[in-house]
């Protein structure tokens, strides 16, 4: 199985100009170990183009084995304890919009509403954070930002990597903050209110707003 195999159609031909790009990390990886498990490298992009209305854009995968699942700050449901940048996520959701805080950190509920999560940079190596970053995934996700730039997509840019997509994006189209790292939350990202600021993006547009307590 390849990294493409279970991408959607709308991206596998919106994608084709990285497809190059795609396969030749791929091949230099084949000796590796790396997270996320090689048939989730891609899995943000297994629904289609057309349902997605918001994209959370991180920085990599989470390096401890067992944890990263192919969606940005996601983990299985089984995961425990939570890693901090989800803990901290959860903190942000709960003060923002008063839900109830989530017990697990499977955040499958999010993407089966069109909201995107996917790293500027999309595996690592074990037990390595940013091990991967000068490989080559910086071009396929800036393509993946400049493809759903062009369309009424908000982007929630959370760290100074994915903030480097912020120009892929209409201006009024981002919700951006530092990186709920535990290193960077207290810098700016508690407060930032990414929920709310991003279902009253959709709301004025007259788009559906997503239910972020359900999960």
């Not at 990390?25 to 989730?40: C, D, M, R, T, V």
């Not at 490989?135 to 908000?154: F, M, N, P, S, Y």
């Not at 840019?157 to 892929?168: I, K, S, T, Y």
Request: charged residues 15%.
């Amino acid at each position: 199985m390849t990294f493409l195999s279970k991408v959607h159609p709308e991206w596998k031909d919106a994608l084709h100009a990285v497809e190059p790009v795609i396969e030749e990390i791929e091949y230099s990886l084949k000796a590796n170990a790396f997270q996320p498990p090689a048939h989730q490298v891609l899995r943000a992009l297994e629904r289609p183009i057309s349902q997605i209305s918001v994209v959370i854009f991180g920085q990599d995968p989470y390096p401890t084995p067992g944890h990263a699942s192919g969606l940005a700050f996601s983990v299985n449901a089984d995961v425990t304890p939570l890693p901090m940048s989800l803990q901290n996520i959860f903190l942000e959701l709960v003060s923002d919009i008063g839900c109830t805080a989530p017990t697990r950190g499977d955040l499958s509920g999010w993407a089966d509403q069109g909201v995107a999560l996917i790293n500027r940079v999309l595996t690592v190596p074990n037990g390595r954070s940013n091990g991967h970053i000068g490989i080559g995934w910086q071009k396929v996700t800036d393509e993946i930002a400049r493809i759903l730039g062009e369309r009424e997509v908000v982007a929630i840019l959370w760290g100074n990597n994915a903030r480097q997509l912020a120009p892929f994006f209409r201006g009024e189209w981002v919700v951006a903050s530092v990186h709920p790292s535990p290193l960077s939350a207290h810098r700016g990202f508690f407060g930032s209110r990414p929920f709310s600021k991003t279902n009253a993006i959709l709301r004025s547009h007259g788009l559906d707003i997503i239910d972020w307590g359900a999960l």
